[in-house]
């Protein structure tokens, strides 16, 4: 068996207006943009990343804009929504406060599973849920002081992630079999006649380190847009590690990326049979391989590869100015 994982690396969903979206997760939510990019595999367009004050794995949200893109449809072979830690539900009622202050559509607290949740939604209808974290498990990322957020109630990370499947037995093998999560319970579904939502969880557990699955029998096939989310990555702890687990995906017969250096980390994308896209992504170098920490996401970083381009894509590129909704 390779090293375990130890929990959710990174999720990456897609936007249509960068602008916006810069906005709303830094005015709005607090987080910090700790890397300003672009898709290396389409340098023309921005890849923004928001995480905690260092950027730390396991709390870091990044956004690929596609101007003009369509709205998400929701529906099976789905990553369907996205947890963000917070220390506890007592910190529920200065987001309600700020949500409606800011104009940003939220739902009553709830539970789900083990977790209190407050659920609400971006400007794109990103499916986002503020989970009440109380310090269990993989530990949280230290909360951006400097984005309107107190401490004590700033976002420490990224939570559970939710998937919507047609067959959950087919995402539960390979969690289990292939990626060593194992099953700690369920819930009911908000559908009757559906299938309890499954939990899997993955080293020391907590809101960091849990997928659950929703098996839908009622919903069409997914069409991913603006508001939707693109893949969920998993953290590894190294470079040898990663050809381990490369080895592991392989034997189990997994069409996969082979490993890619995005620079910041080395990836490797599969899909499940759900066509869920899976990420592993290695917890080095970090975001301050090329800016100091007490600089990141000031400027346009650019990977190695992409660095003689620079002018090119500069060019390219339309100004990213902070847009209000």
Not at 269 to 285: H, K, S, V
Not at 309 to 325: C, D, G, S
Request: hydrophobic residues 40%.
């Amino acid at each position: 068996m390779s090293e375990p994982i130890p929990g959710i690396h990174h999720v990456s969903a897609l936007t249509a207006n960068a602008g916006r979206n810069l906005w709303f997760y830094t005015r709005g939510l607090g987080m910090r943009i700790v890397k300003r990019s672009v898709n290396q595999d389409d340098p023309g367009c921005y890849h923004l990343f928001y995480a905690d004050r260092k950027g730390s794995p396991g709390t870091d949200l990044t956004f690929f804009e596609i101007p003009g893109l369509a709205a998400d449809q929701p529906g099976c072979g789905s990553i369907s929504g996205i947890g963000l830690r917070v220390a506890d539900e007592s910190s529920f009622a200065f987001w309600r406060e700020r949500f409606d202050r800011h104009g940003i559509a939220a739902a009553e607290p709830r539970s789900l599973g083990p977790w209190r949740v407050l659920p609400f939604m971006d400007g794109e209808g990103q499916r986002l849920m503020l989970v009440a974290d109380r310090g269990r498990g993989v530990r949280g990322g230290e909360p951006w002081d400097k984005g309107g957020v107190p401490p004590e109630h700033g976002i420490r990370g990224l939570g559970p992630v939710w998937l919507t499947v047609a067959h959950l037995d087919h995402t539960a093998r390979v969690l289990t079999q292939v990626l060593g999560f194992r099953p700690v319970g369920g819930y009911p579904s908000d559908v009757p006649g559906q299938r309890d939502v499954e939990v899997f969880s993955a080293g020391e557990g907590g809101a960091g380190a849990e997928i659950h699955v929703a098996e839908r029998h009622d919903l069409p096939r997914a069409r991913l847009g603006r508001g939707g989310v693109h893949h969920v990555a998993l953290r590894v702890a190294d470079d040898e590690a990663e050809r381990r687990w490369l080895g592991r995906l392989e034997a189990a017969h997994l069409r996969t990326s082979g490993i890619i250096d995005r620079y910041y980390f080395r990836s490797i994308y599969f899909r499940d049979p759900n066509g869920i896209l899976f990420e592993l992504a290695t917890d080095g170098p970090g975001f301050a391989v090329d800016e100091p920490e007490d600089h990141l996401g000031e400027g346009l970083a650019l990977p190695p590869f992409l660095e003689p381009r620079r002018a090119e894509i500069e060019a390219h590129l339309h100004p990213l100015e902070m847009a209000a909704p």
